[in-house]
């Protein structure tokens, strides 16, 4: 079965920084992308970083600069590497595995999302 399962949230200030983690499982191959979205209560989720399997990147305009996605194959994980968080980046992050028609892009696109996470709660407060 096909699972992705995220870990690293927590509370941290204004400032701050957290690592999130994304682990695959249930996969045949590491070819598949990951993408991360954030849900802030009352919105939809929304695309924040992105990596295909061959470790291109994409990332919003919103968090470039601040936060870094990358990949480990061989712990069939991916990473969310964020800085200097602010009060904005609070809420529920979510991993999710894309299906690929190339190695050279990620797409945030819902008809490409195989399975998704079940969140993991990010709190930006002093």
């Known amino acids: 079965q096909l699972q992705v399962v995220e870990s690293g949230g927590g509370l941290v200030q204004p400032g701050g920084s957290l690592r999130l983690s994304c682990v695959v499982s249930g996969f045949t191959s590491d070819n598949y992308g990951i993408a991360w979205f954030h849900r802030t209560p009352g919105k939809m989720r929304a695309p924040v970083s992105c990596i295909s399997s061959s470790g291109i990147r994409r990332t919003e305009d919103s968090v470039e600069g601040r936060f870094t996605i990358s990949r480990d194959n061989a712990k069939n994980s991916v990473f969310l590497q964020m800085n200097n968080l602010k009060p904005e980046d609070a809420g529920v992050y979510f991993c999710?595995?894309?299906?690929?028609?190339?190695?050279?892009?990620?797409?945030?696109?819902?008809?490409?999302?195989?399975?998704w996470g079940q969140g993991i709660q990010v709190t930006v407060s002093s």
């Open positions: 999710a595995a894309l299906r690929e028609t190339t190695q050279y892009y990620c797409s945030f696109q819902e008809a490409e999302i195989i399975t």
